[in-house]
């Protein structure tokens, strides 16, 4: 498994930030699972009768990560930490995104918890170190879903293997890397910032690895 390491500027701008890192082979992502369709129906339900969108603002797990993206100059009630947009879609009545098993297995895990995951082709990473730094103003990053490449600002914090940026941490990963029918290999980024307790990243990574084991696993 790749080991994270976290550039001297951001570790000393930002102590307390750090994110664990969760390797998961075996795995067969399909188009469609209606058992997972069946789940993520019930973990809306229960996120709707439990939450409403005012009340996000006050969800101390939300509220450490925006406080986060502040810190670096991002307005998180434009860009929205992932776990959040995650929720607010259920909120909104659009529900979660359908992509393949493995991403919308994690996608529910972060919503259900509210912590941000990222997830990446484990066979596509180039190199054993990830590392998190700051980006450079001007530097291009092309997201999943993006037509073109984005001119970063020099506020974003990346992660990015020997290749290049493989994430805007906390709301955006890479099309390099993305997960796919082909994937066989899943690293999961579990996104930690101040405020947010060690134990709640490791039950977050418990809730993704069952869920993709349960349903993109493949001898099922």
Request: aromatic fraction near 4%; include cysteine; proline fraction near 5%.
């Amino acid at each position: 498994m790749p080991e994270l390491r976290i550039s001297e500027e951001v570790a000393s701008r930002h102590p307390g930030l750090r994110a664990k890192l969760l390797t998961i082979d075996g795995v067969r992502a399909r188009p469609l699972d209606e058992r997972l369709e069946a789940l993520k129906a019930e973990v809306q339900r229960r996120i709707s009768a439990e939450r409403t969108l005012e009340g996000l603002r006050e969800d101390p797990i939300f509220r450490a990560y925006r406080d986060f993206l502040w810190s670096v100059g991002i307005d998180p009630t434009k860009t929205r930490p992932a776990s959040e947009a995650l929720v607010r879609r259920v909120l909104s009545g659009r529900g979660l995104p359908r992509i393949n098993t493995v991403v919308d297995s994690y996608n529910l895990a972060s919503a259900s918890s509210g912590i941000p995951m990222a997830a990446f082709d484990a066979d596509r990473l180039s190199g054993e170190v990830l590392t998190m730094r700051f980006s450079r103003r001007g530097e291009e990053f092309l997201g999943i879903g993006m037509d073109s490449p984005r001119a970063l600002t020099g506020r974003e914090i990346l992660v990015e293997d020997g290749a290049g940026p493989i994430a805007i941490y906390l709301y955006r990963d890479a099309a390099r890397t993305m997960v796919t029918e082909s994937t066989r290999r899943v690293l999961l980024m579990i996104c930690g910032v101040p405020g947010i307790p060690e134990e709640a990243l490791d039950e977050a990574g418990r809730l993704a690895e069952r869920i993709i084991r349960d349903y993109s696993s493949l001898t099922k």
